[in-house]
């Protein structure tokens, strides 16, 4: 009765990893319980989803073939592209939104397309980000989730979508997105990480709290419909920061670090997975999280459902 703040499956939305191919269901070792999967292996996932009451997917694609501009990132045919299709297939009012990067698709890792000296063009790069975006819309999606980072993508990516008709289609921008040393489990999954350099540039410097306030108010000047915090678990305070200071609704990315920190010290028997990741998600939601994407959705879905 006197509960503050309560924690629900729809809450959640849940990470997906899909790759070419048929008949692939392959653990990702740093984060077990989740998978990469084919096209023709989405059903018996997307029933899961569906059963824990989960109203929402976030799609991560590994692309056959990778070049210099990413650009299996925005073909039409594309394995996010036919990820969509086949999920709004089998579940239409599945809630269906799309990672728009470049960094998976790119030979150097990268989050957009570079120039001689390996430095990030932003201009260039936002024009390729929007044609992903209205690629993945034409697919189905219903909210498109730009997390590279490049100054300006959510008005790219605005203007890309209404000139194509797709002005309904919503934008979840990773509006405060940190360099953090938690998404090595990820980059592992996506095989994302940068070839040469790293993402300093354009992501955020963990300690700034001000920065993210700035980022944000850009964001929702030009069009997002949500913000998203990413990670979560260290910068609670930002999370509450960002909250108080806008109206949109607030995302929270409890990432591939954190959930691999759970995971290992369950595995030793150190700690209560259950337990220690309903907490985290609890304080999570506690900071002002409206959403919280989490790759324990499934499992706290079910932990809820035995409560109920």
């Not at 008949?23 to 990469?36: A, C, K, L």
């Not at 959510?154 to 921008?173: H, K, N, P, T, Y």
């Not at 069009?223 to 609670?236: E, T």
Request: net charge negative; with cysteine; charged share 25%.
């Amino acid at each position: 009765m006197v509960r503050e703040t309560h924690v629900r499956a729809d809450d959640f939305v849940f990470p997906m990893f899909v790759v070419p191919g048929r008949g692939v269901r392959d653990e990702i070792s740093s984060m077990p319980g989740n998978y990469h999967l084919s096209l023709d292996q989405l059903g018996p996932e997307i029933e899961r989803v569906i059963a824990a009451r989960v109203p929402a997917v976030l799609l991560f694609g590994l692309p056959e073939h990778k070049d210099e501009v990413g650009s299996e990132a925005y073909a039409e045919t594309g394995v996010v592209q036919q990820a969509v299709a086949e999920i709004k297939r089998l579940a239409p009012e599945l809630c269906v939104i799309t990672d728009v990067c470049l960094c998976e698709y790119t030979s150097h890792g990268h989050c957009g397309a570079l120039d001689e000296k390996g430095e990030v063009l932003n201009d260039p790069t936002l024009k390729l980000l929007s044609r992903a975006a209205v690629s993945h819309a034409r697919a189905g999606a219903d909210i498109v989730a730009p997390s590279d980072m490049m100054d300006g993508r959510v008005a790219a990516l605005r203007g890309g979508l209404d000139e194509a008709g797709f002005e309904q289609v919503a934008i979840m921008s990773y509006a405060v997105k940190y360099a953090s040393a938690f998404y090595g489990p990820f980059r592992e999954a996506a095989d994302s990480a940068p070839q040469l350099g790293d993402r300093r540039g354009y992501q955020m410097d963990p300690p700034n709290v001000r920065e993210a306030l700035r980022e944000a108010a850009l964001d929702l000047e030009e069009g997002a419909d949500f913000l998203m915090v990413k990670p979560a678990l260290s910068y609670l305070d930002v999370i509450r920061t960002v909250a108080d200071e806008f109206p949109l609704p607030l995302v929270a990315y409890n990432v591939s670090g954190e959930f691999a920190m759970v995971k290992a010290a369950a595995e030793r028997g150190w700690i209560d997975e259950r337990r220690v990741a309903m907490e985290i998600l609890t304080s999570i939601k506690r900071a002002g999280a409206d959403i919280i994407l989490t790759y324990h959705a499934l499992d706290a879905a079910a932990w809820l459902k035995e409560q109920d």
